[in-house]
């Protein structure tokens, strides 16, 4: 018990609770799958799955790292401003040509996919929310431990498109609001982190590309490791949609159970945290202690999975039940495997083992999919469980390095 009084007092339970708020944010548009699925007719449903996977894709591809190389900068240099102002400067410059690279990637998919020519113009939308979300300053907030004032702005922006969409989409004709809504909810929670910037007392200050360069290198390895990750998560709603658009929208709609897991802030807080404190104690307490609970409510959704599908999606979805048990399951796995990832890794200074690790289970991941693509075997639950196979993989890896080096530490 006065463990438990511990970690409810400490600092970092107050970041959790922030970050948790802000992934409640995240995940407000899931509010709108059973209004989404029944307005819409399942095709067009598909299509908006299709640019918004792109969307998630691309915020790999505008991340490029830097989400991760700068945090573990600013949690260990917290109080030279002059050096974080400089990060701020050289990451905006270095992000204009990734998303750059992003829309062209977006708006070439329609042009090669004659399933989605004529929705065209929503891939042309989807670009405003990969703008918007590539400029946002989560994490320098995330760095700094402020994760609350990324809560307000993340919370009040998808609160807003969550009412417009439910306000303005009445049907099929209307989807290309839900990507337009989103992305001037993304535009606006940039402006909004911007000011927050500002009203912290730092500045975006201009780098030299000696900077930006040094920035950009700095970030490249996490980026290998982010694009690796995307392999069997963001991308798999636009590997899936390769059959079809009915496929994209069942897999789409049980995959954002499976993306709760992978998101849970109690990691994103952990990141800072472990990389200045190296607290094992903390980590293994928050860290199996959330495990064991995700698992009882995979568990229980797991066990109403046909009422939940039909209740909250309707019948037509029926067919996925198996693929959302199985990424039930990818939930609990991928969670853990983010946990022993960079938290863990961090304490160790050993970023690298992360990077590597996730590196060989993506070429693992890439081989299966392609014995399904060669097979044409691709469809939804071949892809769930391929996923659940590659997070299974990234854990034992894990596991087994952490257990590696601390072996060795203790040799020396």
């Known amino acids: 018990m006065r463990s438990i009084a511990h970690l409810i007092r400490h600092p970092l339970a107050a970041n959790t609770l922030a970050a948790s708020l802000t992934q409640l944010a995240n995940f407000l548009p899931l509010l709108l799958l059973p209004v989404l699925t029944q307005r819409l007719a399942i095709e067009s449903f598909g299509t908006v799955a299709m640019v918004l996977s792109l969307c998630q894709l691309s915020l790999i591809i505008t991340d490029f790292g830097y989400g991760l190389s700068s945090t573990y900068r600013i949690a260990r240099h917290r109080e ?33 996919t004659p399933a989605y020519r004529h929705d065209t113009p929503l891939f042309a939308l989807g670009t405003l929310a990969i703008i918007g979300q590539a400029y946002q300053t989560n994490w320098l907030f995330v760095g700094l431990e402020r994760q609350k004032v990324v809560t307000v702005y993340s919370l009040s922006t998808k609160a807003l498109y969550l009412v417009a969409v439910l306000l303005f989409v009445h049907d099929s004709d209307d989807a290309w609001l839900v990507i337009l809504g989103w992305g001037l909810a993304q535009l606006s929670a940039a402006a909004l982190s911007i000011l927050q910037v500002y009203r912290t007392n730092f500045r975006i200050l201009r780098p030299s590309m000696v900077e930006v360069l040094q920035e950009f290198r700095g970030a490249l390895p996490f980026f290998t490791s982010r694009i690796a990750v995307a392999t069997y998560t963001s991308a798999a709603t636009t590997v899936v949609g390769l059959a079809g ?89 991928s969670y853990l495997a983010a946990a022993f990832g960079y938290p863990a890794f961090a304490a160790l200074d050993r970023l690298d083992q992360a990077n590597r690790t996730v590196v060989i289970a993506s070429i693992a991941n890439v081989l299966a999919l392609g014995c399904l693509y060669i097979l044409d075997q691709i469809n939804a639950l071949n892809v769930a469980l391929a996923i659940l196979g590659t997070e299974l993989f990234v854990l034992t890896l894990r596991i087994l390095a952490l257990r590696r080096i601390q072996k060795t530490a203790h040799s020396l």
């Open 80 to 112: 030279d401003r002059l050096l974080i102002g400089k990060l701020l400067g050289a990451v905006f410059i270095g992000k204009l040509p990734l998303v750059a690279i992003a829309s062209l990637i977006t708006l070439l998919v329609p042009f090669f």
């Open 245 to 333: 658009q009915v496929q994209a929208a069942q897999f789409y709609a049980c995959q954002q159970v499976y993306r709760i897991g992978s998101a849970l802030p109690v990691n994103q807080v952990l990141y800072p945290f472990m990389a200045k404190n190296r607290d094992w104690r903390v980590f293994l307490l928050v860290t199996l202690g959330s495990a064991g609970l995700l698992s009882i409510l995979a568990g229980l959704i797991a066990a109403f999975s046909a009422e939940i599908l039909q209740l909250a999606l309707g019948p037509e979805f029926l067919r996925a039940q198996s693929t959302f048990t199985v990424l039930l399951a990818a939930m609990v796995v």
